[in-house]
C-alpha cells in the first residue's frame, strides 16, 4: 500500500531564499508524482507533473525531481516570494492496475515573510 | 477554458438528511476523481470514474455514499443519512484521458453537518 510522507510539516523562510520541499513514498512502483499548491480555502493548484520515466520537471521558479529508487521526490522553489505561502502537497499516482487514485503527503505549510 | 466546476460552494445540513454534491469537469476529459479533504485525515481518494463507469470505488467510506456519472461529463457525488463526520470538504477532479495523467481540481465544496 503506497503511502506518501512530506517533510518538514511546515516552514518559514525569509523572502529571497531558495528552498526545498520533500516527499517520500514507500511503493516506487509509483506511475507519476504530481505537485500542488492549496492556498487557503481554495481547491488545488496543479504544479508540475512528473512521468516515473522522468527524473526532473521545470516550470519558472519551480523543479521538482523524482528518484523512484529511493523512493523521493524534492520541489525546489528559487529566490521565494510571499505570494509562494500555501500548503504544498505531493501525490503519487498509481499505473492503470492499481487504480485512478492519488495518495497524497499531509502537505507541507510554507511561509514566506517579507 | 473553464476549470472544473463544483456545487454547491457550502453546504450545511442537518445529521440524518441527504446530500447531493455536483461536479462539472473540463469539457472533454474522460477521468472524474472524487476526493476528500479532512482535517484529521488529509486528502482521500473516494470514487474514479473512466466514462461513465467506476473502475475504482475502494475509497467509499461507506454504502450511504454513491456516486454516477452522466452522458461521461458531470457527476453527482450523493451522501444518504449524513453523519457529523461526513464534514469536510469535497474535492473533484478531472483529467484527459485515465489516471496517467494530469488532475486538475475543482475548488471544493464544504460540507457541514449539525
Known amino acids: 500500500k503506497q503511502e506518501v510522507t512530506q517533510i518538514p510539516a511546515a516552514l518559514s523562510v525569509p523572502e529571497g531564499e531558495n528552498l526545498v520541499l520533500n516527499c517520500s513514498f514507500t511503493?516506487?512502483?509509483?506511475?507519476?508524482l504530481q505537485w500542488f499548491r492549496q492556498d487557503p480555502g481554495k481547491g488545488l493548484t496543479s504544479l508540475l507533473l512528473?512521468?516515473?520515466?522522468?527524473r526532473e520537471q521545470t516550470s519558472g521558479r519551480l523543479n521538482a525531481s523524482l528518484d523512484k529508487s529511493s523512493g523521493r521526490s524534492t520541489l525546489y522553489i528559487a529566490a521565494s516570494q510571499p505570494g509562494d505561502s500555501a500548503t504544498y502537497l505531493c501525490a503519487g499516482g498509481g499505473n492503470l492496475s492499481q487504480g485512478g487514485k492519488l495518495i497524497f503527503g499531509q502537505g507541507t505549510e510554507l511561509s514566506v515573510k517579507p | 477554458g473553464a476549470g472544473v466546476s463544483q456545487s454547491p460552494s457550502n453546504k450545511v445540513t442537518e445529521k440524518g438528511k441527504d446530500v447531493e454534491l455536483r461536479c462539472d469537469p473540463i469539457?472533454?476529459?474522460?477521468?472524474l476523481y472524487w476526493y476528500r479533504q479532512s482535517l484529521g485525515q488529509g486528502l482521500e481518494f473516494l470514487i474514479y470514474?473512466?466514462?461513465?463507469?467506476?473502475?475504482?470505488k475502494s475509497g467509499l467510506p461507506s454504502d450511504r455514499f454513491s456516486a454516477e456519472r452522466t452522458g461521461g461529463s458531470v457527476s453527482t457525488l450523493t451522501i444518504q443519512r449524513t453523519q457529523q463526520e461526513d464534514s469536510a470538504v469535497y474535492l473533484c477532479a478531472s483529467s484527459f484521458f485515465d489516471s496517467t495523467d494530469e488532475q486538475y481540481f475543482g475548488p471544493g465544496t464544504r460540507l457541514t453537518v449539525t
Open positions: 511503493d516506487s512502483a509509483i506511475y507519476n
Open positions: 470514474f473512466q466514462g461513465n463507469s467506476a473502475p475504482d
Open positions: 469539457s472533454g476529459h474522460t477521468a
Open positions: 512528473i512521468q516515473s520515466s522522468q
